[in-house]
């Protein structure tokens, strides 16, 4: 979002009123736009999603500012006109890669108003940001800083919800790890890390705190063929280690970049053997034409029934 002086902005003595628009829908909480609502309705103001039904009619006033946060790039753009007097965008979406300019300090770290998608009993949120491995697919490192720090402690988003989910881009390449992870513990809640771990990184140490969490899904990436003889050891130590099964274990399989089909499918076939959950991701999907083979590879191993029916490939390649 824009930085503004909001004090100049907004005297204290005046109360606006706020509209929100999340461009890429309402499928996934926004968590600039829950925290902008926390804050806005802190001093007073009034808030609310925009109707362009009804906002946008000859009778309707204008508000005095209107949010529109977009976090896709591949998202369109808004498609309606917007009534108010200030229209502040934000987001990677708009702003690529670096997503425009940050929150005020004061609104990024409230605690956000998850009501404004009527969520009642899960909290969404970053412990971290950054990542250090500028991976040439990814915009977080560009974005949020080559090293992975500490932005918030658990508190800061959550206050007692059951269930939690984490959007960190790399938890375990935080020097803060130990303590975070150890507030996931604390919490007792059903944690999602819903962001791919670095496997590269996970030591036994590691494995063994994760392993306390009451994890509802820990999510690992294997971006590139070439981390084989690395990752796979680690995939089946961690395993060992936690005894979970695949449910918990999704690993996401990167593809449409730098590999090949045959070894797209060596990835899955390996992770499938190791008891983890693959599932796929292709790179710059838009690109790809219907036809395209790692479409097809990938229906059939998002898709969790066709996966588990038709366990090679080439056979649901030549039938569906």
Known sequence: MTVYDYKELIPEDMKKRIALIDVDGHNYPNLPLMKLAAWHKRRGDSVEWYDPLFHNSAYAPPFDIAYMSKV???TPDYQYPVNADKIIKGGTGYFYPDGGDPLPEEIEHIYPDYSIYGITDTAFGFLTRGCPRNCDFCIVSEKEGSKSYKVANLSEFWRGQKNIVLCDPNLIACPDWKDLIQQLIDSRARIDINQGIDMR?????KAEMIKKIRVKAVHFAWDRYEDKKRIV????AFKEITGWDRRKLIVFVLTNHGSTIEQDL???YTLRDLGYDPYVMIYEKEKTKKGDPVRRLQRWVNNRVIFNTIP???DYDTKY
């Open 72 to 74: 896709f790039t591949f």
């Open 201 to 205: 990184l996970m030591t036994e140490e």
């Open 233 to 236: 050891p680690k995939f089946k």
């Open 266 to 268: 060596e990835r899955i």
């Open 312 to 314: 090679k490939f080439e």
